[in-house]
């Protein structure tokens, strides 16, 4: 099982402010890793695929990098409605597996 | 837009069964992988199956080989888990997902909760 490590556990961050969240892979998942936004009390929202792809609907604040192993999230400039814990995901092999989160908070 | 209702969830003591469904509206049902991925109350996520569009290959988490039983109805737009032998560490919302690689489109899940 490929087991994915996202830093930092929590991010403070005031609005405004570039955010820059770290998934790591213990094997290469090649490009095959997504990206989720959860609020309280909801489900998961996809925002990112393919490791840069973002998914229909997500403004352009939002970017991802990397392959094989290492991936980095980016919000360019964070707003009120991004305040949320953001999950990592390969795709490459089964079973799929996601990284523990990292919560996004205001500073 | 895309509607994924789950149903089924609920309290359930250990070794109880529970059978979890998912009904589908606007959305292209029979040409997606399906999957369901549970959330323990304060934890992270996890995949636990997926299901091929046909319903020809099926996949499950370890923890959950033997025990839980994924499938899906093209004709009625529906995807279901049959949940067998529950234990404590099952408790959990339950979330129907569109995608079998990434996660498109999510319900908005259901409560399984196993306790005595």
């Known amino acids: 099982e490929i087991v994915m490590t996202q830093s930092p556990a929590t991010l403070s961050v005031s609005p405004g402010e570039r955010a820059t969240l770290s998934c790591r892979a213990s094997?290469?998942?090649?490009?095959?890793l997504a990206w989720y936004q959860q609020k309280p009390g909801q489900a998961p929202r996809l925002l990112i695929y393919?490791?840069?792809t973002r998914a229909t609907g997500i403004p352009a604040r939002f970017s991802g990098s990397g392959s094989g192993t290492e991936f980095t999230l980016t919000i360019s400039s964070l707003q009120s409605e991004d305040f949320a814990v953001y999950y990592c995901?390969?795709?490459?092999?089964?079973?799929?597996?996601f990284g523990q989160g990292t919560k996004v908070e205001i500073k | 837009e895309v509607q994924l209702v789950e149903s089924g969830g609920g309290l359930v003591p250990p070794g109880g069964s529970l059978r979890l469904s998912c009904a589908a509206s606007?959305?292209?049902?029979?040409?997606?992988?399906l999957s369901w991925v549970r959330q323990a109350p304060g934890k992270g996520l996890e995949w636990v199956a997926n299901?091929?569009?046909?319903?020809?290959?099926?996949n499950y988490v370890d923890s959950v080989k033997g025990r839980f039983t994924i499938s899906r109805d093209n004709a009625q737009n529906s995807l279901y888990l049959q949940m067998n032998s529950l234990r404590a560490e099952d408790t959990a919302i339950y979330y129907c997902?569109?995608?079998?690689?990434?996660?498109?489109?999510w319900g908005q899940g259901t409560l399984v909760t196993v306790s005595s």
């Open positions: 997902v569109g995608g079998g690689w990434y996660a498109t489109y």
């Open positions: 606007e959305f292209s049902f029979s040409d997606y992988y």
């Open positions: 299901i091929k569009q046909d319903g020809s290959e099926k």
């Open positions: 094997q290469s998942v090649s490009s095959k």
């Open positions: 393919g490791a840069s």
């Open positions: 995901q390969q795709y490459n092999n089964w079973p799929r597996t």
